[in-house]
C-alpha cells in the first residue's frame, strides 16, 4: 500500500504547478481579442496624408576598419598599435613608473579590437597587457602577471583569450 506525499512534497509540487500556470504567450505577442481594434502601433495607414513624407533615417551599418582583425586568432598588429603606445598608456595610468626602463619581449598581437601584449622592467617579472580599441584611443582592460580574469574570459575575442590565458596557465588549461 502507498504512503501519502507528504506535506512538502505537495507544497513544491503545487508551487511549480503554480509558476508553470504563469506561464505563457507575453501580451504583447499575443492575438487581440476577436472584435478589438489592434492597438496604433501594429496598423499600417490606410491614406496618403498619414503616411510621413519622409523615410526615418537608416543607423549606418559599421564597416571594417584597418585596425580590425579576425576574432578567432592572435596575430602581429602590424603597428597598430605599437608597442610605444601600449607603454605609455600604462605610463599614464600609473601602471610603470613615468622614467623606468621597458622591454618589449612580445610586440602587440591582436584579434578584434583587443590587443595582448608582454614587456618587462628590470628585476621584475613580466607583464602581461590586454588592452582594446582603436590604437589612437586604447583602453587598458587588465595588467599583471596572470591577466586571465573575469574581463579577459567573457569579453575578449578568442584569440586573445588564447594568449591571455592559455599562457598564463602553468598546465596549458585556461584557469588552472
Not at 42 to 66: C, F, H, L, Q, R
Request: charged share 10%; proline share 18%.
Amino acid at each position: 500500500m502507498s504512503r501519502p506525499p507528504a506535506p512538502a512534497v505537495m507544497v513544491a509540487l503545487l508551487t511549480c504547478a503554480a509558476l508553470l500556470a504563469a506561464c505563457g504567450t507575453p501580451p504583447e505577442l499575443r492575438d487581440p481579442p476577436p472584435g478589438t481594434v489592434p492597438s496604433p502601433r501594429s496598423t499600417v495607414p490606410s491614406t496618403p496624408s498619414s503616411i510621413p513624407s519622409a523615410a526615418p533615417p537608416v543607423a549606418p551599418t559599421p564597416t571594417p576598419t584597418a585596425t580590425a582583425f579576425g576574432e578567432l586568432t592572435a596575430v602581429d598588429c602590424a603597428g597598430r598599435p605599437k608597442a610605444a603606445q601600449v607603454i605609455a598608456l600604462l605610463r599614464r595610468t600609473g601602471v610603470l613608473p613615468p622614467n623606468a626602463p621597458v622591454t618589449v619581449l612580445s610586440a602587440p598581437v591582436c584579434a578584434g579590437d583587443w590587443q595582448h601584449t608582454e614587456v618587462r622592467m628590470p628585476g621584475r617579472e613580466p607583464l602581461q597587457v590586454v588592452t582594446s580599441g582603436a590604437p589612437s584611443a586604447l583602453t587598458l582592460v587588465t595588467s599583471g602577471t596572470d591577466v586571465c580574469n573575469i574581463p579577459v574570459r567573457t569579453g575578449a575575442p578568442p584569440g586573445i583569450r588564447a594568449v591571455a590565458c592559455d599562457a598564463a596557465s602553468p598546465r596549458g588549461v585556461p584557469g588552472t
